[in-house]
């Protein structure tokens, strides 16, 4: 199991959702995989895109303007 | 989503593919202003995906539709929207993955006469025929006014399921959708791109003008939806922000644009597009004057930066709101 970071600070939803679906295609199941944004819309998609295709989400949590997302592949 | 249900309930497996063009809404502009920030800012795709229980697959084709915006065979709509270009492509990427991930089919929500350029009885048959998808492209909402497809033929969709909506009222999609029992929808069409957007097309188009070449790039894209842009000579634009939302997400641009703002006073961030000299850079740091707390100043003391970050100050006197052409602004 592997734990890995995706910066997508400045992109706008829903490049966020694309690079971590793309990201996501390049793990295995029960990896981690930390997502660092600044867009607030991710609160929302990344946790949508999550619950649609099975993935777990661990974390959300804001600080300083910026959005960080912990998720699971399942 | 009313075409998609449509075909769910004959309990044929759908997944939805949403593609990015770059000049998709999506609460950009509510993501990045502070003032909006009260709004959703759900992306609709997958919020539809997730009401419909469906996988969605979101795709980034922004260097691909370049050549769709840039040289669109069947023209513009009323501002730089290729919309018929632009559903042909998309038809013809849909009909690529469907190849590649073992479907049979392809639907989507269009219907006669709902929009002038693109979804009209004319241009159906060319969307199916110039994207390649020929009659493996299903119209559910209107299939019974359209030749049957393929799948309609074959029996793997019973056409006598299908309907016949026509036109631009909505009123057929809302009795459709009560009868699905969904009480909210996503925005519907030609409200979600900015190529529609008369301001953003006139932006986009002083871009291309100025740089003596039709191309851009995705910055460009997303910095023509935010700020007030004033052009005052050819060669270089002034990208003023135009609340505290507009300056954060602009911030992130510093190491690309020269930028500016008021030291003495309290005002907006700006960015410069082009190749501006001192001169110049007075001139923006008046204008920018102008926009800030300042403006009725004798005098402000700008700050300029370079995108390496070297910072220098300089003192302007403001420029007065009747000594900004109404030229300047894009």
């Known amino acids: 199991m592997s734990q890995e970071t995706l910066n997508v600070r400045r992109m ?63 | 989503m009313l075409a998609t249900k449509a075909v769910m309930e004959q309990g044929i497996h759908v997944e939805g593919i949403n593609f990015f063009t770059g000049f998709c809404v999506e609460g950009h502009t509510h993501a990045i202003r502070k003032r909006d920030s009260d709004k959703p800012k759900r992306n609709n795709s997958l919020w539809v995906a997730e009401q419909l229980g469906i ?93 049957a497809t393929l799948p309609e033929r074959e029996g793997w969709i019973d056409r006598n399921q299908l309907f016949d909506i026509t036109g631009r009222s909505r009123k057929p999609q809302f009795a459709l959708a009560k009868q699905f029992g969904f009480t909210d929808f996503a925005q519907p069409a030609g409200g979600c791109c900015f190529l529609t957007d008369e301001s953003y097309s006139l932006k986009l188009v002083d871009l291309w003008k100025a740089r003596g070449k039709r191309d851009y790039e995705l910055d460009d894209v997303m910095l023509l939806k935010v700020g007030r842009h004033i052009r ?29 703002n008021c030291h003495s006073h309290r005002g907006p961030l700006v960015l410069i597009d082009g190749t501006a000299d001192d001169d110049d850079l007075h001139l923006a740091a008046q204008i920018l004057a102008r926009y800030g707390q300042g403006r009725e100043a004798e005098q402000v003391e700008v700050t300029l930066r370079d995108q390496q970050g070297n910072e220098r100050n300089i003192v302007v006197k403001p420029l007065l709101e009747n000594e900004i052409p109404k030229e300047w602004f894009v």
């Open chain 2, 232 to 260: 005052p000579k050819p060669h270089f634009k002034m990208i003023i922000a135009r609340e505290d939302g507009e300056s954060q997400f602009m911030s992130g641009y510093k190491k690309e644009y020269i930028s500016m």
């Open chain 2, 55 to 147: 996988k969605l697959h979101i795709i980034d084709i922004i260097e691909e539709y370049k050549q769709v915006l840039l040289n669109p065979k069947h023209g513009y709509g009323a501002n730089m929207n290729p919309c018929l270009d632009c559903k042909i492509f998309m038809v013809n990427k849909a009909k690529q993955w469907m190849l590649e991930n073992g479907f049979d089919f392809i639907i989507t929500g269009e219907v006669i006469g709902q929009r002038p350029m693109s979804q009209r009885k004319q241009t159906m048959p060319i969307v199916a025929a110039e994207s390649g998808a020929d009659d493996l492209l299903v119209r559910p909402l209107c299939a019974k006014n359209l030749p």
């Open chain 1, 12 to 74: 706008l939803c829903p490049l966020p959702v694309i690079r971590t679906q793309d990201k996501v295609k390049t793990l295995q199941s029960g990896d981690i995989l930390t997502v660092e944004c600044t867009d607030p819309g991710v609160m929302q998609d990344i946790p949508a895109w999550c619950r649609i295709n099975g993935h777990t989400v661990l974390e959300t949590r804001a600080e300083n303007s910026e959005y960080v997302i912990v998720l699971q592949v399942v």
